[in-house]
């Protein structure tokens, strides 16, 4: 975990990365917030599609990040639009797991933060050093690049763990990440290793932005505040252009020299490199341990939390469940409870269909998406295989509603064959 300046090729470059200050931390929730906001907006409000919007974002992020490959000091406007991109990147990468490929948010979180770890230890033991102080090589900054997008693609898979799969919402989320922020702050006041807090307080500031995002995004009768994904985005990425100019002319966030003591700084103290160096590595193991240690006590209550609830109300968003509807259904996926919230959405979507009114369908399909994804948490937890079933069933008729071509006969199909699911 040193902090220590050493080159690792012949070729050494001025500092290609801010200072942390203040501006740091604010561009950086306001970036994450974006690439949760803009990859809703391009992909439901747009209709890119999960596949389209990936393919655009990737794209234009391969060519940003080339251009600062290629630069030779640290600029803001560039660095920050990398930042961006990554962030609305990373977030697909994860959506495309859980959405195309079904990959549980819980084996995406463990997979990413494994590949993390991966990084880093290879990152240290290449240069030595894990502080973003000394990104003054070519090799250094691929290696800085490479974590930044899985803390990105770790950020997005816990966040979502959390909302949906833990049914914590946007709320809670976002309190239970500025907690956690605040302790490790502390810390690093107290002592605790500057390059240790840095990246853990950068791997929660995605959750903190993508819960703060859908929080303002989303409609009061889905947890959110109503402002819409559109208005949101463009407001954020406001904020960040008028704080990237008054960086760049500013230049408050520019290393020129020796870095300030502070978060990922020089320690300071005495204490050699190596006894440094040590130091960091011991701190890392206790802190994480602890970490890992808590939040999956806490991933276990609340999970057992909500197996026994015994909360069946429909969503919001379904409107009344149909006359005459049991209070737990019937059928393979019984099991699960009140499902009557969902079939009445689904049925709504076919009467639209049968209309001849796509818009209106796809429009109300969102419904459907929304609901599921705040039950998430109470239905895995009675039943993982049969929410699984069901998971696979939906993904299908959002794929089949939402399809650049819509064919109205795999739609029906998509819709019919999942009302025979639902029971």
């Not at 195309?100 to 990152?123: E, H």
């Not at 990105?152 to 990440?177: C, K, N, R």
């Not at 049925?347 to 705040?374: F, I, N, P, S, Y």
Request: with cysteine; aromatic share 6%; hydrophobic share 50%.
């Amino acid at each position: 975990m040193s902090s220590q300046h050493a080159a690792a090729s012949p070729r050494t470059l001025l500092n290609k990365v801010p200072e942390v200050t203040v501006w740091f931390w604010l561009i950086k929730v306001l970036c994450t917030t974006v690439g949760e906001t803009a990859a809703d907006f391009l992909n439901v409000d747009l209709g890119f599609g999960l596949g389209g919007t990936s393919v655009v974002t990737g794209l234009l992020l391969a060519v940003i990040l080339a251009l600062q490959m290629r630069a030779e000091a640290y600029v803001p406007g560039l660095y920050w639009a990398t930042v961006t991109l990554v962030s609305v990147f990373g977030t697909l990468v994860t959506d495309n797991l859980t959405d195309n490929l079904g990959v549980p948010l819980q084996l995406s979180s463990v997979v990413f933060g494994v590949a993390l770890a991966v990084v880093f230890v290879a990152w240290y033991r290449s240069e030595g050093t894990l502080s973003i102080h000394s990104i003054v090589t070519r090799r250094r900054e691929s290696f800085y690049w490479l974590a930044i997008f899985v803390t990105f693609a770790l950020g997005t898979a816990t966040g979502d763990l959390m909302g949906q799969a833990l049914s914590l919402g946007y709320g809670v989320s976002a309190l239970i990440v500025i907690a956690v922020v605040v302790v490790v702050a502390i810390g690093w006041r107290l002592g605790l290793h500057p390059v240790l807090a840095f990246w853990i307080i950068y791997v929660l500031t995605r959750p903190l932005g993508a819960s703060l995002g859908d929080l303002l995004a989303q409609p009061p009768d889905q947890g959110g505040l109503g402002v819409g994904t559109t208005v949101t985005s463009i407001v954020f990425l406001v904020a960040i252009v008028g704080t990237v100019v008054y960086l760049q002319l500013s230049r408050a966030d520019v290393i020129d020299g020796p870095s300030r003591a502070g978060l990922d700084g020089a320690p300071a103290s005495s204490t050699t490199g190596e006894e440094s160096s040590r130091h960091g590595l011991l701190q890392t193991t206790v802190v994480v341990v602890v970490m890992l240690a808590l939040a999956a006590a806490g991933y276990a209550a609340r999970s057992n939390a909500l197996a026994g609830s015994g909360s069946d109300a429909p969503s919001a968003v379904a409107g009344p469940a149909p006359a005459g509807t049991g209070a737990h259904g019937a059928g393979p996926n019984a099991s699960l409870g009140d499902l009557s919230s969902f079939r009445t959405i689904t049925q709504d979507d076919l009467a639209l269909l049968q209309r001849g009114d796509q818009a209106g369908a796809t429009a109300r399909v969102t419904d459907l998406e929304t609901a599921w994804d705040q039950a998430q948490g109470r239905l895995q937890a009675r039943d993982d295989a049969a929410w699984t079933r069901l998971d696979g069933k939906i993904d299908t008729v959002l794929k089949a509603l939402r399809a650049n071509n819509p064919d109205p006969r795999a739609e029906t199909a998509a819709l019919n064959d999942l009302l025979a699911a639902l029971g």
